[in-house]
């Protein structure tokens, strides 16, 4: 049996952290109210077959077009959760993943939808994650494709090579939270100013802020604000 990074069966969730309060923040006021609230933060694992609805027929197609020895070295592993395929692909044979979907008559993904970056800093060794939306125009279907890399190496490659629309798309993933997209033609802020210090969606960017003035009362930034844990 396969399994996660944790040691976990590769089917079962992967507990990545526990979070406290609302938002997770740390070191700094709650003022939400909900301070003592705890959850774990889990992500889904391994799906079993049959994945349900055309999600089979897609992953077998992609099989036979990339091959027994590419397909084991490309994805690392299939999830269905609420009812959307992710498949999660290591992070080197991404273009060539993407290339597939496009190209092969069975597939014909040819339409990414963008690019999002999501930040775990617990999940260790795969902090940083970029999720594609890719959908079939002609054969009406919808998967995401989804990577990982870790904080001390954001490096994921670019594919605009393969969907020029993903431009801006990349060049906002990196100016919000630092991945390093190899291969964009100008990986360039895109939101916040050339000289900006950091990536501010990222979990570990300090909230600070500056006071506000509002109805003759001054509001402090979030980090100096009351908490009410």
């Not at 800093?121 to 870790?150: C, K, Q, T, W």
């Not at 431009?167 to 000289?195: A, C, Q, V």
């Amino acid at each position: 049996m396969s399994e996660n990074n944790n040691g976990t069966p590769a089917d079962e969730p992967e507990v990545i952290a526990v979070r406290r309060g609302m938002f997770g923040v740390r070191d700094t006021g709650d003022t939400s109210g909900y301070g003592r609230l705890i959850r774990p933060v889990a992500l889904p694992g391994s799906s079993p077959r049959p994945y349900g609805g055309y999600f089979d027929d897609v992953v077998d197609k992609l099989h036979a077009a990339l091959g027994e020895d590419t397909y084991a070295e490309s994805i690392e592993r299939v999830v269905v959760y609420r009812e959307q395929l992710t498949l999660e692909v290591f992070r080197g044979q991404l273009p060539v993943v993407a290339q597939t979907l496009r190209d092969d008559p069975g597939l014909r993904f040819e339409l990414c939808l963008g690019v999002s970056g999501v930040h775990y800093p617990d999940d260790a060794g795969r902090e940083l994650h970029a999720f594609y939306p890719l959908m079939s125009i002609r054969h009406n279907r919808r998967i995401h494709l989804e990577v990982a890399a870790p904080d001390a190496d954001p490096h994921i490659p670019s594919l605009f090579g393969v969907y020029p629309t993903v431009d801006w798309h990349e060049r906002e993933t990196y100016d919000f939270f630092g991945i390093i997209f190899d291969g964009h033609p100008s990986l360039t802020r895109i939101e916040m100013p050339d000289d900006w210090v950091g990536h501010p969606q990222r979990k570990d960017y300090p909230l600070g802020g500056i006071p506000v003035e509002f109805h003759g009362a001054e509001i402090p930034p979030p980090d100096q604000r009351r908490a009410y844990n």
